[in-house]
């Protein structure tokens, strides 16, 4: 089991006095239940572990909103008094299947505050968009789960040292010797392969070999297809099911809802992507015309690109093979680009802390001639931070700098295979290698700190 960068938010929230009930979102196998065992484990506490999905009448009890009901039949089902139990955790699993259990947390927090308690589920999404209850606002907390980081990579396969070569390099990036970047480089070149999945990283640890995920990989991607028929049928669920496998195809591409299925309507295609995202298993990147802040202000709904759910489904999608992502840098792929560009997403989607719902943004200038686009744009620490993404040593940055000509940004960032630098051109670029996205966050902040510090 590894350990996750979310593990210190639920430490916090165990210790709160005013402590809710935790809601914790996202994909199918990303950890979620996983996380929530191994936390209970290491703060000592005793997991009454309660799968809704099996007790699918639990939701008529949970629909009383009587609490002295409810635990009648929780207890039953663990086996003991929860109520009575020295330090338990009561963790609600597949809460979807049971959607009164949503509206019943707020008594919970009401009138149990002293019981922690944690609900996930898969699929909640959609369970939240039809929710027929009055739902527990500000009586229940959320947390989104994503698959694991490189630097969470780098800690499950024992790789401490790398990982303090990263923390220094990001106070000073003279701090990289040519051996570690070497050493990062293939360990992130596994990781590319590998993604974040956590059985995926499981099956790899396992023998070091990045070809004996491929199994995993394949049996994950046909398991997503499977749950299609949980919320499409007829006609609906063989388009979701072609949508689908077009998704990785898509990845860094603007949605154009002819280049997913030239025989069906736009409309009924946009349902499909619509449930897809629900579903988590695609993420949209909105164009945001980045006139000012927050992005999500001046963002657009209709303009938006594709971001897979994680870089090592997508590579086994488009029947990558290790040989192949192993060289990148050397053989010219027509989806080089496109990987580069899904692990800085998946990277960046999930950057800020656990409670903050996963939002990315891009900038698009479309014109007859002269069109312009930056991968990504981040408002974080009240500022403008365009981000572009390449695959190899080297590429233009005409986007990047039509950009910084035209925006009130003071800093502009590359990711590629070059060792980290600062330079100072027309704008202030911070070039990082693709394996040091996970620290560009404090960098950031520290050179938007340093150009406030500057102004007049």
Known sequence: MFSRSIDQDL??????????????????QVGKSTLVRRFAAGQGMD??????????????????????KIFLELDSIAGCSIRSMKNPLLFLDEIQATPAALAALRYFYEDLP??????????????????????????????????????????????????????????????????????????HRQFLFVGGMPEAMSQFLINQDPNDCQAVHQSLLDTFEGDLAKYCTGSALLRARQIYRQLPLQVGHK???????????????????????????????????????PLGATQSDDVRKVLFLDVGLMNRSLNLRWSHVAKLDERALCNEGAIAEQYIGQELLYRRESAQKPTLNYWLRE??????????????????????????????????????????????????????????LPYRLLSLPLYMSGQCGRMIETEVDAAASQRP
């Open 47 to 68: 997991l009454v572990e309660v799968n809704l999905e099996r007790h699918p009448h639990l939701n008529a009890t949970f629909a009383t909103f009587d609490l002295t």
């Open 11 to 28: 430490s916090a929230w165990i210790k709160r006095p005013s402590r809710k009930p935790l809601l914790i979102r996202g994909a199918r």
């Open 255 to 293: 949605v154009k809802y002819v280049n997913f299925s030239a025989d069906e309507k736009s409309r009924e295609v946009k349902q499909s992507l619509e449930q897809l995202a629900m579903a988590q298993l695609w993420y949209p990147v909105r164009h945001s015309s980045c006139q000012g802040l």
């Open 114 to 187: 002293g019981l922690p308690v944690v609900a996930a589920g898969s699929l909640l999404e959609f369970a939240l968009a039809k929710f027929q209850y009055s739902m527990p606002v500000g009586r229940i907390e959320y947390r989104y789960l994503g698959p694991l980081s490189f630097t969470e990579f780098l800690a499950a396969s024992g790789q401490d040292f790398l990982l303090k070569v990263l923390d220094d390099t990001s106070k000073d990036v003279a701090a990289l010797s040519d051996h570690a970047h070497d050493q990062l480089s293939k360990a």
């Open 367 to 424: 014109k007859k001639v002269g069109n312009a686009e930056v991968d990504y744009v981040i408002d974080d620490f009240q500022a403008i931070v365009p981000i572009e993404v390449k695959a190899g040593k080297s590429g233009t940055l005409r986007s990047l700098q039509y950009f910084m000509e035209h925006h009130k940004s003071p800093l502009a960032v590359r990711f590629d295979l070059n060792k980290p630098s600062l330079q100072s």
